[in-house]
C-alpha cells in the first residue's frame, strides 16, 4: 500500500490555474524529488498536501485513508486540520526559525507543547519533559549540532538555521518529510551540508519529498522523480529515466538549460 | 529676600501638585488606551467582508461588484476614525470634548473624564497603528511554522509571535509614551491643574517666567526616567533580531 496517493489534485489563485489534474504516489521509505522551473507550481503542491493551501479538488491518501478531499465542500475543524498536519512534517525554503528560542527552544517547543494534551502529561510531566528533550538533543546531533543547543538563530550560518530546521520537524516524527528548494537561501558552499543530512536521513529511510534543483543530487538519492511543468507533472520515473534519458522535449530543454 | 527666593518653595510645592495630576493623565490614558489601542488595531486589520458571497458574479469583470464584495467595513470605518483622530490636533479634541457637551446644553460632565475621554481615544489611535505595524512585522512564515508543527492559534500567538511584537513596538511606544507626558500640558487649557496650569498662574498673578521654564525640568526628569526603561526593555529583547 502507498504511503501517500494523491489523485487528480487541482488549485487555482483566482484565474491562475497553478495545479492541474496531479497525480503521483510513493511508498513507504522512498525519496521523490521534485524538479521544475520556477513558477511550474512545485511550492504549491507542497503547500497544498501540508495544507497551507487549499486545494480546489482531488484526494489525497496517507496510508491508504483519505486524507485530505477537496472534492468536497465540507471544512475541517481547527483540531482534525492540526491532527493531519502533525502526521506530515515540512522544512521551508527560508528556515521560519523561531528567533525568541534557542535551537534546543525551537526543536523542542512543538513537541512540548503537544504532549500537553497526553492524558498522562499531569502524573508524567518530568519524565515526558526529559524525554522530549533528550530526543530533540539526539535528533540536533544527529545533524551535527551538539554545540549549539544553547544558540540563537540569529548565530548560526544559513546551513546551521536549515538544519536546526530539519530537527524541528523531525522532531515530530512526520510520516512523510517535505522539503521545498531546502538549500536555495544558501551560499553555494553550505548546500552539500544540507544534501549530506538529507542524504543520511534517506540512509535512514525516512519518507521524504524534496523539491530541489540539484539535479545531481536528485540523481542519486531519489528513488522517483518527478518533472513538473506548468502545473502539469509532465514526465515522473526513475532518476535514470527521467534526468537521464528524459523522454518528453520539455524535460529535456529543462535539463539542458541547467548544464 | 528676593522675589524668587520668596517664591521658589511655593512655586515648587505646586508644580509637585501639578505633576500629580500630569502622571494621573499618564497613567490612567496608558491603562485605557493600550488594549483600547489593540482592540482598534484589530479591528482595522479585520477581513470580515459581508458581501463577499457577490464575488462569483463579476467573473465577467463588473468592477462595482468587485469592490462591492471586497468592501470590508469595520476596517473601513476603523480607518476613518483614526484618519480623523491622527489628522486634527489633539487640542483641538480636548475643548471638543471639554466644552463641547456644555454647548449643547449637558450640563455636569466632568472635566477632567472629558480630557480623558480626548486622551484615551488620541493615544488609542495612535497605539493602534503601533500595534498593528508589529503585528504586520511578524512574517507569514512564522505562521506557517506553527501551523505545519501542530500548533493552536493561542499557542502560535502566545508562544511564537508576541514576544516578536513587543520587541517590534518598544521603540515606536517609547515615543509615543515620551509624547503623552508633554501633550498631558494640553489639559491646561480646559482647566485641569497639571505642571503647566500652575506655572502659567504665577505667570499671570506674580509675573515672573521662570516658573514655566522650571516645569520643562519636571517634563525632563519625568522622560528621562522613561527612556531609561525603555532602553532596559530594548536591550532585554536585544538578543534576538
Ligand atoms: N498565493 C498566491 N496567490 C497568487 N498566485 C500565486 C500564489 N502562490 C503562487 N502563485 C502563483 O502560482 C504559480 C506557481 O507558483 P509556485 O508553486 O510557487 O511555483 P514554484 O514553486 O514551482 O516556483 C506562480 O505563477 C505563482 O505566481
Ligand atoms: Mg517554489
Known amino acids: ?259 | 529676600m528676593s522675589k524668587f527666593q520668596e517664591l521658589f518653595i511655593p512655586v515648587t510645592l505646586s508644580l509637585l501638585e501639578g505633576l500629580g495630576v500630569t502622571f494621573k493623565i499618564f497613567t490612567l490614558t496608558l491603562l485605557f488606551a493600550l488594549p483600547l489601542g489593540l482592540i482598534i488595531s484589530f479591528g482595522s486589520m479585520s477581513k470580515w467582508a459581508p458581501f463577499k458571497f457577490l464575488n462569483g458574479l463579476h467573473k465577467n469583470g463588473n468592477k462595482l461588484i468587485a469592490i462591492i464584495s471586497n468592501f470590508k467595513p469595520i476596517s473601513f470605518l476603523i480607518r476613518i476614525l483614526v484618519w480623523v483622530i491622527r489628522g486634527t490636533p489633539l487640542m483641538l479634541q480636548l475643548i471638543l470634548f471639554g466644552l463641547g457637551p456644555g454647548l449643547i446644553g449637558i450640563k455636569g460632565m466632568n472635566t477632567f473624564v472629558a480630557v480623558m475621554i480626548a486622551f484615551v481615544l488620541n493615544y488609542a489611535c495612535y497605539f493602534s497603528e503601533i500595534f498593528r505595524g508589529g503585528i504586520e512585522a511578524v512574517p507569514r512564515g512564522q505562521y506557517e511554522a506553527c501551523q505545519v508543527l501542530g500548533m493552536t492559534r493561542t499557542q502560535t500567538f502566545f508562544k511564537v509571535v508576541l514576544l516578536q511584537v513587543v520587541k517590534h513596538i518598544i521603540p515606536p511606544m517609547g515615543n509615543e509614551f515620551i509624547t503623552l507626558v508633554k501633550d498631558t500640558a494640553l489639559a491646561n487649557t480646559i482647566m485641569i491643574y497639571e505642571i503647566t496650569w500652575n506655572a502659567k498662574r504665577f505667570m499671570a498673578s506674580k509675573h515672573v517666567l521662570w516658573p514655566l521654564f522650571y516645569s520643562g525640568i519636571f517634563y525632563l526628569l519625568f522622560c528621562g526616567i522613561l527612556t531609561v526603561i525603555f532602553r532596559q526593555f530594548e536591550k532585554k529583547l536585544s538578543y534576538f533580531d
Do not use: W
Not at chain 1, 76 to 84: M, S
Not at chain 1, 95 to 109: D, I
Not at chain 1, 183 to 204: F, H, M, N
Not at chain 1, 211 to 239: L, N, Q, R, W
Open chain 1, 1 to 259: 500500500m502507498s504511503i501517500l496517493n494523491v489523485t487528480n489534485l487541482s488549485k487555482h489563485f483566482g484565474k491562475l490555474q497553478v495545479l492541474k489534474d496531479i497525480n503521483f504516489s510513493m511508498e513507504e521509505g522512498q525519496v521523490v524529488s521534485i524538479i521544475g522551473s520556477s513558477g511550474s507550481g512545485k511550492t504549491t503542491l507542497l503547500r497544498c498536501i501540508n495544507m497551507l493551501e487549499n486545494a480546489n479538488g482531488g484526494k489525497i491518501y496517507l496510508d491508504g485513508k483519505l486524507f485530505i478531499d477537496a472534492d468536497s465542500s465540507v471544512k475541517y475543524t481547527p483540531g482534525q486540520l492540526r491532527t493531519k498536519q502533525l502526521s506530515l512534517g515540512l522544512v521551508f525554503q527560508d528556515f521560519n526559525l523561531f528567533p525568541q528560542y534557542n535551537v534546543l527552544e525551537n526543536v523542542t517547543l512543538a513537541p512540548r507543547l503537544l504532549a500537553k494534551e497526553r492524558s498522562d502529561y499531569k502524573t508524567r510531566k518530568k519524565e515526558i519533559l526529559y524525554e522530549i528533550e533528550e530526543n530533540a538533543k539526539s535528533i540536533l546531533a544527529s545533524v551535527g549540532l551538539s554545540e549549539k543547543l544553547e544558540s540563537y538563530p540569529c548565530q548560526l550560518s544559513g546551513g546551521q538555521k536549515q538544519r536546526v530546521s530539519i530537527a524541528r520537524a523531525l522532531a515530530l516524527k512526520p510520516r512523510i518529510l517535505f522539503f521545498d528548494e531546502p538549500t536555495s537561501a544558501l551560499d553555494p558552499e553550505l548546500t552539500g551540508e544540507i544534501l549530506k543530512v538529507i542524504r543520511q536521513l534517506a540512509a535512514e529511510h525516512i519518507t521524504m519529498i524534496i523539491v530541489t534543483h540539484e539535479i545531481d543530487f536528485a540523481y542519486s538519492v531519489s528513488d522517483k522523480v518527478i518533472f513538473m511543468d506548468k502545473g502539469v507533472i509532465a514526465e515522473e520515473g526513475t532518476p535514470d529515466e527521467v534526468l537521464k534519458n528524459p523522454k518528453n522535449p520539455r524535460t529535456q530543454a529543462f535539463l539542458q538549460k541547467l548544464s
